[in-house]
């Protein structure tokens, strides 16, 4: 069975920096792609950054937090992390960790992500 387990989130003000913490357990951690997705409140859920690995590591990033948020894993520990910088208000939202095992397309898509994990809130005031 398949779990993701978010943790690291909480209250920071605008220019600070947080990073959360993904847990993953009941699959091949280091052979599945993962993502990070965030939902603000009245909004969809979007794609904040992803990695795959294959022979090298590919990485994707929101143009929104290109430069301030650094997606990477552990595969020791079965984690995956997502360091957040120079953190500002819009950021403010349900962080979540997803994972699929299976080649998918667009990384940013949600329907592209089977496991999820159940979020962690991040807010950020100014």
């Known amino acids: 069975q398949v779990q993701l387990v978010e943790s690291g989130g909480g209250s920071v003000q605008a220019g600070g920096s947080l990073r959360l913490s993904c847990v993953a357990s009941?699959?091949?951690?280091?052979?599945?792609?993962m993502a990070w997705f965030r939902q603000a409140p009245g909004k969809e859920r979007e794609g904040v950054t992803a990695i795959y690995r294959d022979s090298i590591t590919f990485t994707y990033y929101a143009d929104s937090v290109k430069g301030r948020f650094t997606i990477s894993q552990d595969n020791a520990k079965n984690t995956l992390y997502l360091q957040m910088n120079s953190l500002k208000p819009e950021d403010t939202a349900m962080y979540y960790c997803?994972?699929?095992?299976?080649?998918?397309?667009?990384?940013?898509?949600?329907?592209?992500?089977?496991?999820w994990g159940q979020g962690t809130q991040v807010t950020v005031s100014s």
């Open positions: 009941g699959y091949a951690f280091g052979s599945c792609r």
């Open positions: 997803a994972a699929d095992c299976v080649p998918g397309g667009r990384w940013s898509r949600e329907y592209e992500w089977h496991y």
